[in-house]
């Protein structure tokens, strides 16, 4: 589960909401409940996690390619090893492909690599938030920058697009697999209405089915639900492990 679900609640609910509904890691997210630079409350949230039976799937930065400085990249990296974090969300810019100029790309570029030397030094991965308004809006730009920042410390996570139907949603997401990290998990039609899984249940079961086939696992990660209401992600877990279920048995196994 991605923290940020939880963004108006503590640490302490996160974590137990986690547990109650069965969802074993979390991605905390950088900007509420793991700020960087605080090493003790990230050491201690680390530990209050391990305690409670969970781990630490990733942390969420909120670090934009070309736009954040390297020195910043450090800073995070510190705060993931104080986690326990495997990996950091990073952000590629802040600008959509439409209006990015070759300075823009080449800039996302220099800065990703210059955060992956940080990163790989201290064994910890990263993975590109797969969201409009960045290089990364669409999987041909995706694959675009992974290919050119060219650096295996680096993937993608993935998410779907607003209101991209499921066909080419689940094409696009065969085309990330190679370099997919995680995916966030969430319903949003038409454009960001907020619905419960079970409601975009077509999208989900092909998802699902589709990396269940994978060899390399892969983090489903629950994001954002209706009205921000702590109280459903409980059944949208149980949802999303129906669907994982559903996924194998796809695959005959």
Known sequence: MCSVTMRAHTTAQVIEVARGAGLPRIEWGADVHAPPGDQGHLAELRARTTEAGLAVASYGSYWRAGISSPSEMTTLVEAANALGAPRIRLWAGQIGTAQADDDVWDSAVR???????????????????????????????????????????????????????????????????????????????????????????????????????????????????????????????????????????????
């Open 111 to 253: 800065s990703l690599r210059e955060a992956c030397a940080v990163a790989r030094e201290h064994s910890i991965t990263l993975a590109l938030e797969f969201h409009p308004n960045t290089l990364t809006d669409s999987v041909d730009s995706t694959l675009k920058l992974l290919e050119r920042v060219d650096d295996p410390t680096l993937r993608t996570y993935w998410q779907p697009r607003l209101d991209e139907p499921v066909e080419p949603a689940v094409d696009g997401l065969r085309r990330l697999l190679p370099v997919l990290a995680g995916v966030h998990v969430f319903s949003w039609w038409p454009a960001a209405t907020r619905l419960p899984l079970a409601q975009r249940s077509d999208l989900w079961a092909s998802v699902t089915a589709l990396l269940m086939g994978e060899i390399e696992p892969c983090d489903l990660m629950l994001e954002f639900v209706p009205d921000d209401d702590a109280a459903l992600i409980p059944g949208e877990a149980q949802t999303l492990r129906a669907l994982m279920t559903a996924g194998r048995t796809t695959l005959g196994e």
